[in-house]
């Protein structure tokens, strides 16, 4: 019996198991691997920005994926690491990650603010926010068990708001320098977009694409009907199209 096909899983900020649940028993041809962060889901928190992303690289080296799926914010978290000369020749398939607009829109910018980062626990543990999230943000209104799961994940990140502290203007900057730099750090890239995401748009591509000069490299497939949280949203068709991709990538 051929073994199932490792996939790490970079999660965007505040991500929990929850995220994954309805999507795992579609996926019984693919080891998909949450990486775990330090600060999330009840871990103790990272000291520094550096510190964050060794831990990640030294799971990463330890369980040797075929492939990263990055969403959110985990597709910066993705070419960080290859700007650091890391997962070069491991594809990468970013589904709408959070890029270059974090200097553009206005949550990333309004988190720079100390006070924003430290009331924003509070404000997710919110019961009229969480309804009204859920409202605009997926595309199938999730069971109260699912949601609540959803934001329990937020409630027990510690280090959520060390994301928008430590990535930043000046980290994008060395990022241009580095990346463009480091022989094949832009390549086996694959972008996958859902028509209906409102919490990021694909202006962050344009965004991005022009920092890095990357013309038409990044192939883009936008799913019509998908939001920012396909997972949840449709865990089966999720699934089947990332065994899709896992199979045409080899």
Known sequence: MTSPVRIAFLGGNGHCAARLAAARPFLDEIDLDEVPYPGFEGRPRAGSREEF?????????RTAPAMIYATGIGGLLALCLRARGELVGTPLLLQAPILWGLEHRWLPRLMRFGWARRGMG??????????????????????????????????????????????????????????????????????????RDRVVTLRELEWTREALALGDRWPVRVFPEWGHYPMIDDPAGWARELIRAVAAAG
């Open 122 to 195: 509070k404000v997710f543990a919110t019961p009229a926010f969480q309804r009204r999230f859920a409202a605009k943000y997926f595309t199938h209104p999730p069971s109260p068990g699912v949601l609540a799961d959803f934001f329990a994940g937020y409630a027990q990140c510690a280090a959520a708001a060390d994301l928008f502290a430590w990535f930043d203007p000046p980290l994008l900057r060395s990022l241009e320098r580095d990346l463009v730099a480091r022989t094949g750090a832009l390549d086996e890239v694959q972008v996958w977009w859902g028509g």
């Open 53 to 61: 992303l060794s831990a990640i690289s030294e799971h990463l080296r």
